[in-house]
């Protein structure tokens, strides 16, 4: 069957380490994104293509915005406020004190203002599952919902009902569908609802557009992928110039705006030069809409 694609075109040179984190912010009307290696925090505006960015003192996992203001960032070290104004951080808690060599990674708030994010070694990561799935509660609480056996916790977005919350552990190469409780934000009856074939790399970030299609950035496989979760068919291919799409997000005035965060790690030289863009980000314009981001309601 003949899946139609679509290119990325690159938007700004950056040269990243591992960007990650996309997150449209309708207020500013940009997109904070992350490079976890290299502990940057950025705001990008596509109008004018500027680019912000704040040096971080710890590798950032993921950020959300907050309804009180500010930003939430799941931290290498736990969950933390951040002012992006003052550039002042206030720790809110770690609850893998205990577990030095794992960090967190992505994640995302639910409909309920939770702001749920999942845990990954450091290192060896694709060979020893140490990772676990938390959410940060509208309190204050931090509450451990799935674990503690998540080789990279990534892509998680829920359903238009919130009936269901979809989520990636990367190695497994596999899309989970959970029975998603809204008010308790308790999870299970887990399903794969997709398994990436052969040659087609690993699902890594993930969004979820207004029919509920998935849209996944693949390492290693040079696109993102629009996936119907209801039978596990892949509509649409979003080509992208480097081998390690990382993760996107929807944004834009439409909301119809795909950005696409990409990583440069682990290329050599020889490697960088067949692929320029490594690093970079870029914007597919497609045909489908994406949603509004849920703020942290703490």
């Given at each position: ?110 409909p309920q203002g939770r702001f749920w994010a999942g845990t990954m070694r450091t290192e060896n990561h694709m060979e020893q599952f140490t990772g676990s799935l938390y959410s940060l509660e509208q309190q204050g609480e ?157």
């Open positions: 069957m003949f899946t139609p694609t679509i290119k990325a075109r690159q938007v700004l040179t950056t040269q990243s380490t591992l960007g990650e984190g996309p997150l449209w912010d309708p207020e500013r009307n940009a997109f904070w994104w992350i490079d976890i290696i290299d502990k940057k925090l950025h705001l990008f505006e596509p109008a004018s293509r500027n680019n912000r960015t704040w040096q971080l003192n710890q590798m950032p996992g993921t950020v959300v915005t907050r309804q009180a203001g500010g930003l939430v960032l799941a931290l290498e070290n736990g969950f933390s406020l951040f002012d992006p104004d003052t550039e002042e951080i206030k720790f809110l808690g770690d609850p893998e004190s205990k577990l030095p060599e794992n960090r967190f990674n992505d994640g995302k708030c639910d931090i509450i451990k919902r799935l674990g503690s056996k998540i080789g990279v916790s990534n892509g998680i977005v829920w359903s238009a009902d919130s009936r269901f919350m979809y989520f990636i552990d990367s190695p497994t190469r596999q899309i989970f569908k959970f029975d998603y409780a809204p008010v308790t934000g308790e999870i299970g009856n887990r399903q794969v609802v997709f398994e990436a074939p052969e040659g087609f790399g690993f699902p890594d970030g993930m969004a979820i557009d207004s029919d509920d299609h998935l849209w996944v950035a693949f390492w290693g496989g040079s696109c993102v992928a629009k996936i119907d979760p209801s039978d596990g068919s892949i509509h649409e291919r979003v080509i992208v110039p480097v081998t390690a799409p990382t993760a996107c997000a929807f944004g834009g005035s439409n909301l119809n705006q795909l950005l696409i965060t990409t990583a440069s790690l682990g290329l050599d030289q020889k490697a960088k030069a067949k692929q320029p863009m490594a690093g970079d980000l870029f914007i597919a314009e497609v045909s489908a809409t994406g949603v509004i981001p849920f703020q942290y309601a703490g």
